[in-house]
């Protein structure tokens, strides 16, 4: 079935609430949503016909979707129609489906009137009533649906897990009593693993495997058990097992329990077959004897025995033993059912008088010669032909197989690969070094002279140890010693000279601070001493710039940018030492401006990188830079 149908792809069917939620979420989310009362009124109009429009065409492209996806009874095969009428009931079936359209006309229609209607709303107001309006009332009709919707989700459940079952394909189906073993066989000759119980109706559903025969795939069927009352009377479980046996074009294996360990006898389940023989027409029919391991069929009493040749006599159909405990005869009446099977179809084909089979048969000629004389004439065969076939059949009885030597040896068989080795010479096969490489044996590129080689190493370290080449060094004297501990000294000493100069390095490039360069005048004064300078000048100096200071602060409110050195040459000798400063400075400074985009140390800038008129709003059409 899964070329004309299948099941198993049909969407979820959303519940009402959830189908409203759906769509007025995609509404929302899909159309602009943005108005105002300033907007020109054709503007207007259009926002909320095109909110209407949307709406529509989602409620009908989802129950489009539910509705195409779904079988229609008609259109499929009449098995799968049938079936879905004994599973679903078809007219609640076909009702559900109805409102469903019913539901999609309306919905159409409430969108075609409103729409019109929006021509006449002549403000924001009654544009947006008229809206919700509409959407009212379209999530009023698919709110009424909430039980069919709910009906065809279950039933999509359902659908898809019933089987694939091709009613085309070459099929054996399985009926009977329950209980006799239906299931049981089909566990046998197929992969399915069909539950199997000593209680009736354990399978109470159709059951599908498949099986090779020939180089073919076959189609098993297991059907539930069928007991023998009118078709009025039968419930859903025996109902399936009919409407397979009606409908699907396949051999029929009627399994008959012998044994009567089913609860049932032998006349009661020949009384079934006779009830159901006319879903036998036009289809290959084979009685099977199931449970000979119990009793087997020329072991039953004579009443029973003459029951079953008196029902063989009156009933042209195949007949097969088989046992599916122990699994005697389970195959043979496999392949009897297929073999059967294949000449049914071959037969059908070519008495349906079809231009098909005419054509296949005016292809085919089977010439017969006759004799044109008395003569003999021998098949020729030459002497060659002869002398091979028979040296072929000498070898063949000769040859000893490995699994030959197995059998014979037992558990002291060790197989030995190095007998079929094909890369290397048999005479080579068991060398001590069969190592290969790259086609070539190692053992052939061995050097000759290495045991010569080998005797010259040893002397040569015997010689060495003889020599005292491996002996530990002697103890050092003091006076060794003492230089060790000074070399030491000395490189410990290099090493903070070192570090020293790369300190004072750093420390000459220095900027130091304004607080730092102010010292008392007494130190001053010790380190002019100290020196050999005279410190008068020093001292006058000092105390001629604190004087003049002090009479600065006075006069600060109105002098002091007159008064004060400029930042820039406070404690600079001269010109060149002024430009100097300003190199360095801006050297210093040039990474930090560099490294935050300033333009200088005023510099307090600090930009927006992301604008909240660009990056704010709801996209429309056009580019995305602005909104």
């Not at 016909?49 to 009449?78: A, E, S, W």
């Not at 040039?590 to 140390?601: I, P, S, V, Y």
Request: charge should be positive; charged fraction near 30%.
């Amino acid at each position: 079935m899964a070329s004309l149908y299948n099941f198993k792809k049909i969407s979820v069917v959303p519940l009402a609430k959830d189908f409203i939620d759906f769509t007025l979420s995609k509404t929302q989310r899909k159309t602009p949503t943005e108005v105002h009362r300033h907007f020109k009124l054709s503007r207007i109009r259009a926002f909320y016909h095109r909110k209407i429009k949307f709406t529509q065409q989602n409620f009908h492209d989802r129950l489009t979707m539910v509705l195409d996806q779904f079988p229609k009874l008609n259109d499929i095969h009449p098995f799968y129609s049938d079936l879905i009428n004994i599973l679903y009931d078809k007219d609640h079936y076909k009702l559900a489906l109805g409102q469903l359209s019913t539901a999609r006309n309306l919905i159409a229609n409430v969108g075609r009137d409103y729409i019109r209607l929006m021509k006449y709303g002549d403000s924001l107001y009654r544009c947006k009533q008229l809206k919700r309006a509409a959407l009212g009332r379209m999530v009023n009709i698919i709110r009424k649906q909430a039980s069919s919707l709910q009906y065809l989700e279950q039933v999509r459940q359902h659908l898809s897990r019933l089987p694939s079952i091709d009613p085309n394909t070459r099929t054996l189906l399985i009926c009977g009593f329950p209980n006799v073993g239906k299931s049981s066989f089909i566990n046998k000759i197929t992969r399915v693993d069909a539950e199997v119980q000593p209680y009736a109706f354990t399978t109470k559903s159709l059951y599908v495997g498949h099986t090779d025969y020939k180089y073919l795939r076959w189609q098993v069927i297991d059907t539930p058990g069928i007991l023998d009352h009118p078709l009025e009377e039968r419930n859903t479980i025996e109902m399936q097992a009919i409407t397979a046996l009606a409908h699907l074009k396949a051999i029929v294996l009627f399994v008959l329990d012998i044994s009567e360990l089913c609860n049932y006898s032998i006349e009661q389940q020949l009384a079934l077959f006779e009830n159901i023989k006319p879903l036998f027409l036009n289809k290959p029919l084979m009685v099977v004897y199931n449970k000979i391991d119990v009793v087997k069929l020329e072991e039953l009493p004579l009443e029973k025995r003459a029951t079953i040749d008196k029902f063989q006599k009156e009933t042209s159909c195949l007949f097969g033993e088989m046992s599916t405990l122990t699994g005697q005869g389970v195959m043979e009446v496999r392949n009897k059912a297929c073999d059967a099977l294949l000449a049914f179809r071959v037969e059908s084909k070519l008495s349906s008088g079809s231009k098909k089979a005419d054509d296949i048969l005016s292809r085919l000629h089977v010439a017969t010669p006759t004799p044109r004389d008395d003569k003999e004439r021998p098949p020729c065969i030459p002497e060659s032909v002869v002398n091979r076939v028979s040296k072929m059949d000498i070898d063949s009885a000769e040859r000893k197989l490995t699994k030959h030597k197995q059998q014979e040896e037992g558990p002291d068989f060790k197989l030995d690969l190095r007998a079929e080795w094909i890369a290397v010479k048999p005479e080579e096969r068991y060398d001590p070094i069969p190592e290969i490489f790259n086609g070539h044996n190692v053992a052939d590129f061995v050097d000759p002279n290495i045991k010569q080689k080998l005797e010259l190493l040893l002397r040569e370290e015997s010689m060495r140890e003889a020599a005292g080449f491996y002996l530990p060094p002697e103890p050092e004297d003091e006076e060794t010693q003492e230089i060790r501990r000074t070399a030491e000294l000395v490189r410990v000493e290099r090493y903070q000279k070192r570090m020293e100069a790369r300190s004072k390095k750093n420390q000459k490039n220095q900027i130091m601070p304004r607080t730092s360069i102010t010292r008392k005048l007494s130190v001053v004064r010790k380190r002019a001493r100290s020196e050999g300078l005279d410190e008068a000048p020093i001292v006058k100096r000092a105390r001629s710039r604190s004087a003049t200071r002090g009479r600065t602060l006075e006069r600060r409110s109105y002098s002091r940018s007159a008064s004060k050195t400029p930042r820039d040459q406070s404690g600079v000798r001269d010109l060149s030492m002024l430009k100097q400063v300003r190199t360095m400075a801006k050297k210093t400074q040039q990474n930090k401006f560099n490294k935050w985009a300033k333009r200088g140390e005023a510099d307090r800038h600090i930009p927006d990188l992301k604008p909240k008129h660009l990056f704010v709003g709801k996209r429309k059409l056009g580019k995305t830079r602005s909104r």
